[in-house]
T-cell receptor, first 114, second 113 residues
């Protein structure tokens, strides 16, 4: 069966520090991968998606970047965090050839920037 | 572009009450529609889905029918339980743009014993 894991689960970082959130998927090949951010009491905002290794599409201009160094690994990064980067970050995957299929989410990573 | 509008919360109900959370959408083509649920401190998980008009998705006593004529996908449950307390998200996924999903803002449901 397929599984998705992301880490760390909780992170408290000072303003200006770097960030690295990692996400891995097991049990499937060539998934579509996504990073979402959920602000408190709000819906989900798509940050990045990837349809293959090294292929990253950004949805909104921001202080963050994403990379996909391996087929089932997706990394969210920042060189210098801002207060506004605080939030709940969710990694998700979907079957590449089933564009009407559902998303499978990781457990989430809560980032607090102080 | 695509958009999803769902009933604002929070919603507070007593156990065994009837639940309706409204969801309407705007999309081109023929999207698939979903309801996801998020329990406190967790990621989202699929509750139910429908991939074409007039389909009914159902799971754990929840139901939603894909109504193309009213562009709606309302979530219903006949008798809620305390364990149903969570945030519910309506979403759609089109068949273009790498299948990107569009989410509503979520509706927080609290069920009291």
């Amino acid at each position: 069966s397929q599984t998705i894991h992301q880490w760390p689960a909780t992170l408290v970082q000072p303003v200006g520090s770097p960030l690295s959130l990692e996400c891995t998927v097991e049990g499937t090949s060539n998934p579509n991968l996504y990073w979402y951010r959920q602000a408190a009491g709000r819906g989900l905002q798509l940050l990045f998606y990837s349809v293959g290794i090294g292929q990253i599409s950004s949805e909104v201009p921001q202080n963050l970047s994403a990379s996909r160094p391996q087929d089932r690994q997706f990394i969210l990064s920042s060189k210098k965090l801002l207060l506004s980067d605080s939030g709940f970050y969710l990694c998700a995957w979907s079957v590449a050839q089933a564009n009407t299929g559902e998303l499978f989410f990781g457990e989430g990573s809560r980032l607090t920037v102080l | 572009g695509n958009s999803v509008t769902q009933m604002e919360g929070p919603v507070t109900l007593s156990e065994e009450a009837f639940l309706t959370i409204n969801c309407t959408y705007t999309a081109t083509g023929y999207p698939s529609l979903f309801w996801y649920v998020q329990y406190p401190g967790e990621g989202l998980q699929l509750l139910l889905k429908a991939t074409k008009a007039d389909d009914k998705g159902s799971n754990k006593g929840f139901e939603a029918t894909y109504r193309k004529e009213t562009t709606s996908f309302h979530l219903e449950k006949g008798s809620v339980q305390v364990s149903d307390s969570a945030v519910y998200f309506c979403a759609l996924r089109g068949n273009t743009n790498a299948g990107k999903s569009t989410f509503g803002d979520g509706t927080t449901l609290t069920v009291k014993p």
